[in-house]
């Protein structure tokens, strides 16, 4: 399993914590950035990240930024992206269980490292429960179709 990461300055606290989870759990991680602290545009690693996604060239996907929120919307405007914003280990298993989420979305302002741990292992754990699910997915591909170029 390889895993793109990606974050902006105020996600970058919580990699060290993301990319080590990551590796104890198998997964081969790839990271696309950024490496300081210093301040970045998150639209940049969302797409960066999210490309590798939808590509296939990373089956799956960590984004960090302050509050998870404005890198898994940038994420989501790329085709085939389920990017969803993870604040507890609940939400991090539903969100694959039910949206078969490629990529979940960390902050570094509202989780810590060890909370962030957590989320990853529950969300990575997980599986996909399709039947009823896949008829929503499958619903949600079909708004894309209609409005992505
Ligand atoms: C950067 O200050 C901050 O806006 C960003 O990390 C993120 O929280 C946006 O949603």
Same mark, same amino acid.
């Given at each position: 399993?390889?895993?793109?990461?990606?974050?902006?300055?105020g996600g970058i606290v919580l990699k060290p914590a993301v990319k080590e +989870?990551?590796?104890?759990l198998g997964a081969?991680?790839?990271?696309?950035?950024?490496f300081t602290e210093e301040s970045v545009d998150y639209p940049v690693y969302g797409l960066k990240v999210a490309e590798a996604v939808a590509s296939g060239e990373c089956d799956a996907g960590?984004?960090?930024c302050g509050t998870g929120i404005g890198i898994s919307i940038s994420a989501n405007k790329v085709k085939g992206i389920r990017a969803a914003v993870? +604040?507890?280990?609940?939400m991090a298993e539903m969100t694959k269980r039910h949206n078969n989420a490629n990529i979940i979305a960390l902050g570094?302002?509202?989780v810590t490292p060890d909370e962030a741990k957590d989320i990853?292992?529950?969300w990575?754990?997980?599986e996909y429960e399709g039947g009823r699910h896949q008829r929503r997915l499958d619903m949600i591909a079909d708004i894309e179709a209609k409005y992505f170029k």
């Open positions: 399993m390889k895993i793109a990461i990606g974050c902006d300055h +989870t990551l590796e104890a081969e991680v790839v990271d696309f950035g950024t960590v984004l960090m993870t +604040t507890n280990t609940f570094g302002r509202v990853v292992k529950a990575f754990e997980a």
